[in-house]
T-cell receptor
Framework: NAGVTQTPKFQVLKTGQSMTLQCAQD?????MYWYRQDPGMGLRLIYY???????DKGEVPNGYNVSRLNKREFSLRLESAAPSQTSVYFC??????????????FGEGSWLTVV | AQKVTQAQTEISVVEKEDVTLDCVYETRDTTYYLFWYKQPPSGELVFLIRRNSFDEQNEISGRYSWNFQKSTSSFNFTITASQVVDSAVYFCALSEASGQNFVFGPGTRLSVLP
């Protein structure tokens, strides 16, 4: 049972380069999320998708774009990477809608370094 | 606005000691959900417990127990007879029924020394 799968697990980028983080879930969940984790700041929401075809900004969306390709997949794109985007990125999914109170399940994280 | 505070940045205990991790939350909603997650050194986030605002019954699962008190807006987590494998960062989180977001606290790093 794979749950939430993210790729790549590690990536080093040069400032100005672009890249896409891929995320897929096999739990038939409606809602999907992208968080970033920085030391001492917990997890902060970048974007979320309540259902296929919809996306909304979270707390820290600047510098990122997302695509909810289908129910399973939710990708995060950095168009022009900056050192401030060095972080650990977590994809997550949740059964039901965003108001359901259901538990959110996380992928294993993607470590991104921008030099 | 919703907010989660974990005032303890780091805690160190010796194996077999009991330890309590504090979580205080703020919300305007009457219906909300509280969670605890564990992040071991390997980095993944592991779900531990979910509690809704209408259920103030404390819960025990093995060495873990949770104390939910609406009167003080707290959802504290106690590990009894701690073990080295309990060393991790623990996050408390809040999800309002009226909102889309999960809000996480900054986390508490627990080190259990042998």
């Amino acid at each position: 049972n794979a749950g939430v799968t993210q790729t790549p697990k590690f990536q080093v980028l040069k400032t100005g380069q672009s890249m896409t983080l891929q995320c897929a879930q096999d739990m038939n969940h409606n809602s999907m999320y992208w968080y970033r984790q920085d030391p001492g700041m917990g997890l902060r929401l970048i974007y979320y998708s309540a259902s296929e075809g919809t996306t909304d900004k979270g707390e820290v969306p600047n510098g990122y774009n997302v695509s909810r390709l289908n129910k399973r997949e939710f990708s995060l794109r950095l168009e022009s990477a900056a050192p401030s985007q060095t972080s650990v990125y977590f994809c997550a999914s949740r059964a039901g809608g965003p108001h359901s109170g259901n538990t959110i399940y996380f992928g294993e994280g993607s470590w991104l370094t921008v030099v | 606005a919703q907010k989660v505070t974990q005032a303890q940045t780091e805690i160190s205990v010796v194996e077999k000691e009991d330890v309590t991790l504090d979580c205080v939350y703020e919300t305007r909603d009457t219906t909300y959900y509280l969670f605890w997650y564990k992040q071991p050194p390997s980095g993944e986030l592991v779900f531990l417990i979910r509690r809704n605002s209408f259920d103030e019954q404390n819960e025990i699962s093995g060495r873990y127990s949770w104390n939910f008190q609406k009167s003080t807006s707290s959802f504290n987590f106690t590990i009894t007879a701690s073990q080295v494998v309990d060393s991790a960062v623990y996050f408390c989180a809040l999800s309002e029924a009226s909102g889309q977001n999960f809000v996480f606290g900054p986390g508490t790093r627990l080190s259990v020394l042998p």
